[in-house]
């Protein structure tokens, strides 16, 4: 059910290089998940939001044989206890396991999981925000109808150099996730923004 005056909104995350450090070798273990500077803090400031903070994750290790559905969804528990304890919430985690050449349907940039986080929650994808570091993040949130924000972290400089080099415009860039939500609470502040498409 939609309510017009009050859209039920959200922030999309992605995982690696925007809520924990990315890693080449993709984080495989619980002792190779690494929060980013200033993410703890920057998820605990939105607890007092009406946002609904959705993680959405390329995991194509699983597919590789790296790690196990099983060992990502025990990385995730570890993740959302330490993210609770820090004050924060994350209320959905959903991420493909496939490699680019499976060519599922659910691997960003498809908005597959974007759109599930739309239906289960009832979410307005127009007044919601994507976070990511990464082309991919970029396109996903754009098939969406979502508005993108890049960060530098992770692989966000190369994603930024990728962006250009296509002749794209590219979307608002912040240094890292703590930049990119005090951007969203100080433009959200704003009376006059709700409610307008951007």
């Not at 959903?94 to 499976?102: G, K, M, Q």
């Not at 960060?151 to 930024?160: E, F, N, Q």
């Amino acid at each position: 059910m939609s309510h017009p005056f009050n859209p039920k909104r959200a922030l999309f995350l992605d995982r690696d290089g925007v809520i924990n450090k990315n890693r080449p070798d993709n984080v495989k273990a619980w002792d190779e998940f690494e929060f980013e500077a200033g993410s703890l803090e920057a998820l605990a400031r939105l607890e007092a939001t009406d946002f609904s903070l959705i993680v959405v994750s390329n995991q194509s290790g699983i597919g590789r044989g790296q790690m196990t559905a099983a060992t990502v969804d025990a990385i995730h528990t570890r993740m959302l206890e330490q993210i609770a304890y820090a004050g924060g919430r994350i209320e959905r985690v959903y991420y493909c396991p496939h490699t680019p050449e499976a060519q599922c349907t659910c691997r960003k940039p498809s908005p597959e999981m974007l759109l599930r986080g739309r239906d289960e929650l009832g979410i307005e994808l127009a007044h919601s925000y994507f976070v990511g570091d990464w082309v991919d993040d970029v396109h996903a949130a754009y098939n969406a109808g979502v508005t993108p924000l890049l960060v530098l972290t992770g692989r966000g400089a190369s994603a930024l150099e990728q962006i250009r080099a296509a002749g794209l415009p590219p979307p608002p860039v912040f240094k890292n996730l703590a930049a990119a939500v005090d951007w969203i609470l100080e433009k959200e502040r704003i009376p006059a923004q709700v409610g307008e498409s951007e």
